[in-house]
């Protein structure tokens, strides 16, 4: 496992280059082409839980395996955006896999120690500096895209949790919105972010005392308002985003 510090849109296909000497190399796109669609046409029904269906589908033609991607911490105040890239192999899927948000904290700590015997997993948190300079949807996307990119095998296509696709990626790529019900690599993806996010959190608690980091993971609650306005704000407070901005510039006091 490697780790470092969301209507459906038209799969794309997106060819890219490399330039920089050899200690910087770094991915750019040169062009993208429309992709055959995973298509929900024929899949309607609704899932109670993830299932295979859209890797199987794939693993008739991708060159290479699989991978199910995801994101975590777009709404909090605080803390980074994490992504995970999960590769499942298909004869070692852990049993109990869905949408992390419908796990209880525990199932998830199994099912992300499970997975990392098991699976191929990236993880990768973007900080809080990134997410000022780029905003937060393009944090995301990052994120994702550097996930992709720390797998140890290059899938030979991903599935992105949501309604887009990250550009510059080095496959094939297709958006399943609600993803993380729909399809298991993508619910892997879920749990591993969510559970390497959560802990992440916890840690800054311990250094940040008073905001419940360790509860909220940095979202915007009541105990966590309120502690802006008696503790103040911290480094790892988002200062792009309205309400840290506010307080600072003294617009308006953060109300709980």
């Given at each position: 496992m490697s780790v470092s510090v969301e209507g459906h849109?038209?799969?794309?296909w997106c060819r890219t280059g490399r330039e920089g000497g050899a200690h910087g190399l770094r991915p750019f796109l040169v062009g993208c082409k429309s992709m055959p669609s995973v298509s929900d046409r024929g899949m309607a029904k609704t899932h109670a839980t993830p299932d295979f269906?859209?890797?199987a589908q794939l693993y008739e033609g991708a060159e290479g395996p699989v991978a199910?991607?995801?994101e975590v911490g777009r709404g909090p105040l605080a803390g980074p955006v994490t992504a995970a890239a999960v590769i499942l192999d298909p004869k070692a899927i852990p049993d109990g896999l869905n949408d992390s948000k419908k796990?209880?904290?525990r199932k998830r700590a199994e099912l992300a120690e499970a997975l990392a015997d098991v699976a191929q997993v990236s993880i990768v948190h973007v900080s809080v500096e990134e997410i000022d300079a780029l905003?937060?949807?393009?944090a995301s996307m990052v994120a994702m895209r550097r996930a992709i990119a720390g797998l140890a095998d290059q899938p030979g296509h991903a599935?992105?949790?949501?309604?887009?696709?990250?550009e510059g990626l080095l496959c094939p790529?297709?958006?399943?919105?609600?993803?993380?019900?729909r399809s298991l690599s993508i619910a892997a993806a879920s749990i591993v972010a969510k559970q390497a996010r959560d802990a992440l959190m916890a840690e800054l608690d311990l250094s940040f005392p008073g905001y419940g980091w360790a509860q909220n993971a940095g979202y915007p609650t009541k105990a966590h308002l309120n502690a802006l306005q008696d503790l103040g704000v911290t480094p790892h407070h988002r200062?792009?985003?309205?309400?840290?901005?506010?307080?600072?510039?003294?617009q308006s006091a953060i109300k709980p």
């Open positions: 849109q038209r799969p794309v269906q859209f890797e199910g991607v995801d796990l209880t904290a905003n937060i949807l393009q599935l992105v949790d949501g309604n887009r696709v990250p790529a297709t958006a399943l919105v609600k993803g993380d019900a200062r792009s985003f309205a309400p840290i901005r506010n307080m600072l510039c003294g």
